[in-house]
């Protein structure tokens, strides 16, 4: 079992930035990847960007490149989302995940993870 708590999420305007964190808890073999998504009402959850905890490799969706970085802290049981150039489609709840995904198409895929926090909120506005 693994436990996740996400923090930091919060408003900002247009072109901003915020530092996201998620730490977790329990069985560290459960957690061949950190995961961070989103989703906005009535959407699906989509992959933002995932951290494989031991080779430290990172997989990042199209619409987040260059703005978006996962990395992992001194401890490996937290990994942060730093977010800059931040727009309103940057709307959402942010999730993060944890697990096996196995197969490199299921890293930014709901379907590859097996753990997931609460959500913290981040809101952009113009």
């Known amino acids: 079992q693994v436990q996740l708590v996400e923090s930091g999420g919060g408003s900002v305007q247009v072109g901003g930035s915020l530092s996201l964190s998620c730490v977790a808890s329990?069985?560290?073999?459960?957690?061949?990847?950190m995961t961070w998504f989103r989703q906005v009402s009535g959407k699906e959850r989509e992959g933002v960007a995932a951290l494989g905890i031991t080779s430290g490799k990172t997989v990042y969706a199209d619409f987040v490149k260059g703005r978006f970085t996962v990395s992992q802290g001194r401890r490996q049981n937290t990994i942060y989302l730093q977010m800059s150039n931040l727009n309103v489609e940057d709307t959402a709840i942010y999730f993060c995940?944890?697990?096996?995904?196995?197969?490199?198409?299921?890293?930014?895929?709901?379907?590859?993870?097996?753990?997931w926090g609460q959500g913290t909120p981040v809101t952009v506005s113009s």
């Open positions: 995940a944890a697990g096996q995904p196995g197969a490199e198409s299921l890293r930014l895929r709901r379907e590859g993870y097996e753990y």
């Open positions: 329990g069985n560290m073999y459960d957690r061949g990847y």
